[in-house]
């Protein structure tokens, strides 16, 4: 699962980042976000959601927006959800990331 694989290899929240970044700056969305939000199945463990700070802080190609991550409470079939929001609140692209999304592109 994704969630273990967070916490065992690193490089899987660096691709997720980096596609989510990446998509972003495909839609001119990048400069545009002030606040990320990241939220991590609950069987990922904390040692994950700070894998995936980390990650999210080196897919930005300049300083990092302010990232929210939130530990959900409860295992999800969408174990990665990245949300991206402007200045004013409005969401500016979501994406989800099941097990084998994230394992395979």
Known sequence: MLSAELHSDPARARDAARRFADALAAEALLDQTARLEATLAADGGL???????????????????????????????????????DEAGRLLLARAYCAKEAKHG
């Open 47 to 85: 040692e994950a959601l700070f894998a995936l700070e980390q990650a999210l802080d080196l897919a930005w190609p300049c300083p990092a927006p302010t990232c929210e991550l939130i530990w959900a409470t409860q295992a999800a079939d969408e174990v990665l959800r990245l949300r991206a929001f």
